[in-house]
């Protein structure tokens, strides 16, 4: 993983230079301050009455540390880091959104929705943490080295037992580096469990409460919660065990100059001001010493978690490349839909979907869709209904060829979208909004085009009776409307997309009969092109084509109007 980091950084390298620039310039005001303060006790210790000195070297003391403060705070810390750093974590959750919408819709999360919002939570925000924290240490160390190289030039001995205490500690933490990261990858699993727990009993909320089964959810949701405060302890105390290795090295090497030099200084061979250096240099040191032990655990726990989010996408060389992200000016605007295209004939050969791990799908499927028409798949339960449409739309991954006017289609889930393609599955996806918001989702147009669509779908007497109107907030995935409404709302989006195909899913399943003859009536009366699965009568007995489906493969094809030969052969 280590690899996949450094390659993440090099991957833009301009804000990492300036940041490690800026930091250099940083910590050389640091090296400034050791040698006046040299300097100023070294004079004091002559006795000397000339106070002009003292004043030269106070001055620039001040102007050094002024110096220093407005660069860390006016730029390092409130532009550049923060920059840098969200830049970093935005394109880490770009690269991953995008390898997740490149997957066939089905397959692609991989894993449960409360653990994908915290790796591109949390783990995004390990790695831009980081990128900062590589650039400052790297600085620091560097300096810490030309500071080693000044006091060796002052005493060689007291440097080198300096150093060598240095070594000792830095090989003692490197040996906890592997029990951090194990502790440090699991402390995250749990977190994404706690998530994971949190997202099923907001989804399910409805489920629970009829079950009765708020009591198991809470305690299912205490245990992960107790196993993430576990996990989170551990994973602390020994990350601060490690930092606290680094922390004594300050006490334990300016002991170690004291008793090293104290001969020297009664010899007079070792001045006043040759200490003030070395002890304040080894309190810079021993934080470079520390700050190089939080840095080789920030190297493991950053691995994991690009591992962690490699998971999501093509593994961590997929996401270990910069992406543009937009932080100080607008993004361009989106990329507008699909150039439309009538549609002429749309043919399917040999279509196979088969789920993984199983013999269950669809096989050798061939189709036919003319424009103009409703084509109508029916079947027994399990037999690859909705399957056979969602393989034919690129949500499940699928061999084959699909033909849209005699051009093979080479990317299905690309094309198929709307204006071209608009389809609507057995549970409809609605958010937290309103329900003009649902219905438009993006696309700009009056609310006398949403009414309209929401009239087709046979939704005007619900909406009547809505007090509030389009402003109606259906809750969270419609939980505020009925099943049967829901669907309707769902459709009603999809005709605004006014698509050359519309791709329907059990869309009457959960209405009455009346509401359901109206929709159909609705759609039929548009001459719209429709392929439905559907189980009702009256429907099979309107389509223009029925294609029975069972066990997977084409049973039967029958022509216009011919329902008693559903079952007969093709």
Same mark, same amino acid.
Not at 155 to 163: K, S
Not at 341 to 358: I, K, Q, Y
Not at 391 to 396: E, K, Q, R, T
Not at 438 to 457: F, H, I, K, P, S
């Given at each position: 993983?280590?690899? =996949?980091?450094?390659?993440?950084?090099?991957?833009?390298?301009?804000?990492?230079?300036?940041?490690?620039?800026?930091?250099?310039?940083?910590?050389?005001?640091?090296?400034?301050?050791?040698?006046?303060?040299?300097?100023?006790? !070294? =004079?004091?210790?002559?006795?000397?009455?000339?106070?002009?000195?003292?004043?030269?070297?106070?001055?620039?003391?001040?102007?050094?540390?002024?110096?220093?403060?407005?660069?860390?705070?006016?730029?390092?810390?409130?532009?550049?880091?923060?920059?840098?750093?969200?830049?970093?974590?935005?394109?880490?959750?770009?690269?991953?959104?995008?390898?997740?919408?490149?997957?066939?819709?089905?397959?692609?999360?991989?894993?449960?929705?409360?653990?994908?919002?915290?790796?591109?939570?949390?783990?995004?925000?390990?790695?831009?943490?980081?990128?900062?924290?590589?650039?400052?240490?790297?600085?620091?160390? @560097?300096?810490?080295?030309?500071?080693? #190289?000044?006091?060796?030039?002052?005493?060689?001995?007291?440097?080198?037992?300096?150093?060598?205490?240095?070594?000792?500690?830095?090989?003692?933490?490197?040996?906890?580096?592997?029990?951090?990261?194990?502790?440090?990858?699991?402390?995250?699993?749990?977190?994404?469990?706690?998530?994971?727990?949190?997202?099923?009993?907001?989804?399910?909320?409805?489920?629970?409460? *009829?079950?009765?089964?708020?009591?198991?959810?809470?305690?299912?949701?205490?245990?992960?919660?107790?196993?993430?405060?576990?996990? #989170?302890?551990?994973?602390?105390?020994?990350?601060?065990?490690? $930092?606290?290795?680094?922390?004594?090295?300050?006490?334990?090497? &300016?002991?170690?100059?004291?008793?090293?030099?104290?001969?020297?200084?009664?010899?007079?061979?070792?001045?006043?001001?040759?200490?003030?250096?070395?002890?304040?240099? &080894?309190?810079?040191?021993?934080?470079?010493?520390?700050?190089?032990?939080?840095?080789?655990?920030?190297?493991?726990?950053?691995?994991?978690?690009?591992?962690?989010?490699?998971?999501?996408?093509?593994? %961590?060389?997929?996401?270990?490349?910069? @992406?543009?992200?937009?932080?100080?000016?607008? *993004?361009?605007?989106?990329?507008?839909? %699909?150039? /439309?295209?009538?549609?002429?004939?749309?043919?399917?050969?040999?279509?196979?979907?088969?789920?993984?791990?199983?013999?269950?799908?669809?096989?050798?499927?061939?189709?036919?869709?003319?424009?103009?028409?409703?084509?109508?798949?029916?079947? %027994?339960?399990?037999?690859?209904?909705?399957?056979?449409?969602?393989?034919?739309?690129?949500?499940?991954? *699928?061999?084959?060829?699909?033909?849209?006017?005699?051009?093979?289609? *080479?990317?299905?889930?690309?094309?198929?979208?709307?204006?071209?393609?608009?389809?609507?599955?057995?549970? %409809?996806?609605?958010?937290?909004? &309103?329900?003009?918001?649902?219905?438009?989702?993006?696309?700009?147009?009056?609310?006398?085009?949403?009414?309209?669509?929401?009239?087709?779908?046979?939704?005007?007497?619900?909406?009547? @009776?809505?007090?509030?109107?389009?402003?109606?907030?259906?809750?969270?995935?419609?939980?505020?409307?009925?099943?049967?409404?829901?669907? /309707?709302?769902?459709?009603?989006?999809?005709?605004?997309?006014?698509? $050359?195909?519309?791709?329907?899913?059990?869309?009457?399943?959960?209405? !009455?009969?009346?509401?359901?003859?109206?929709?159909?009536?609705?759609?039929?009366?548009?001459?719209?092109?429709?392929?439905?699965? &559907? =189980?009702?009568?009256?429907?099979?007995?309107?389509?223009?084509?029925?294609?029975?489906? $069972?066990?997977?493969?084409?049973?039967?094809?029958?022509?216009?109007?011919?329902?008693?030969?559903?079952?007969?052969?093709?």
């Amino acid at each position: 993983m280590t690899w =996949h980091l450094f390659r993440l950084l090099a991957g833009r390298p301009r804000p990492h230079l300036l940041l490690d620039a800026l930091w250099t310039l940083l910590r050389v005001t640091i090296l400034l301050t050791g040698l006046l303060l040299q300097a100023v006790f !070294d =004079h004091l210790a002559t006795g000397s009455q000339d106070r002009g000195p003292i004043v030269l070297w106070a001055a620039l003391l001040a102007v050094n540390e002024a110096a220093r403060l407005v660069l860390w705070y006016g730029v390092v810390l409130s532009r550049v880091e923060p920059t840098y750093t969200y830049t970093v974590r935005s394109g880490l959750q770009d690269r991953v959104v995008g390898a997740v919408l490149r997957r066939p819709a089905a397959t692609a999360l991989r894993h449960p929705v409360g653990d994908v919002v915290s790796r591109l939570g949390g783990d995004a925000d390990e790695v831009g943490v980081f990128a900062i924290w590589s650039a400052s240490n790297v600085a620091r160390l @560097a300096i810490a080295g030309v500071a080693i #190289a000044v006091m060796a030039r002052v005493d060689a001995v007291a440097t080198a037992g300096l150093v060598a205490v240095i070594a000792v500690v830095t090989v003692l933490g490197r040996l906890l580096n592997g029990p951090v990261g194990r502790r440090r990858e699991a402390s995250r699993a749990a977190a994404g469990e706690v998530s994971t727990v949190v997202g099923e009993a907001v989804g399910g909320f409805l489920a629970l409460k *009829a079950a009765r089964a708020e009591g198991r959810m809470t305690e299912r949701l205490r245990v992960a919660s107790d196993r993430r405060r576990a996990a #989170a302890v551990r994973d602390e105390a020994l990350a601060s065990a490690q $930092e606290s290795l680094f922390r004594v090295t300050t006490a334990l090497g &300016t002991g170690l100059v004291l008793l090293l030099v104290a001969g020297r200084m009664r010899e007079g061979a070792f001045s006043v001001g040759d200490l003030a250096l070395f002890v304040f240099y &080894t309190q810079f040191i021993g934080e470079a010493v520390n700050a190089l032990g939080m840095l080789l655990g920030r190297i493991r726990q950053a691995g994991v978690s690009l591992g962690r989010l490699g998971e999501l996408a093509e593994g %961590p060389g997929e996401v270990a490349v910069a @992406a543009l992200v937009h932080l100080d000016h607008a *993004a361009p605007p989106a990329p507008g839909p %699909p150039r /439309r295209e009538p549609l002429r004939s749309l043919s399917v050969s040999a279509l196979t979907c088969l789920h993984p791990g199983t013999d269950r799908g669809v096989r050798g499927v061939d189709l036919s869709v003319r424009p103009g028409t409703l084509t109508v798949v029916t079947g %027994p339960v399990g037999a690859g209904k909705t399957t056979l449409l969602r393989a034919l739309l690129g949500v499940l991954p *699928a061999g084959g060829e699909i033909r849209w006017n005699g051009e093979v289609v *080479a990317d299905p889930g690309a094309f198929m979208v709307p204006p071209r393609v608009a389809y609507l599955p057995q549970v %409809p996806a609605l958010f937290s909004g &309103t329900l003009r918001e649902n219905v438009r989702l993006g696309v700009e147009c009056d609310d006398a085009e949403v009414l309209r669509v929401l009239e087709l779908a046979t939704l005007g007497p619900d909406l009547a @009776a809505m007090p509030q109107g389009l402003d109606t907030v259906v809750g969270p995935r419609g939980a505020r409307l009925s099943g049967g409404q829901a669907r /309707r709302v769902a459709l009603a989006r999809a005709l605004l997309r006014d698509p $050359e195909l519309l791709v329907l899913d059990d869309v009457s399943n959960a209405l !009455d009969l009346d509401t359901e003859r109206a929709l159909w009536a609705n759609l039929l009366a548009t001459a719209r092109t429709v392929l439905a699965v &559907t =189980h009702r009568a009256e429907v099979i007995a309107a389509a223009d084509r029925v294609v029975r489906l $069972e066990a997977g493969r084409v049973h039967g094809v029958v022509a216009p109007r011919r329902p008693n030969e559903l079952s007969g052969p093709a």
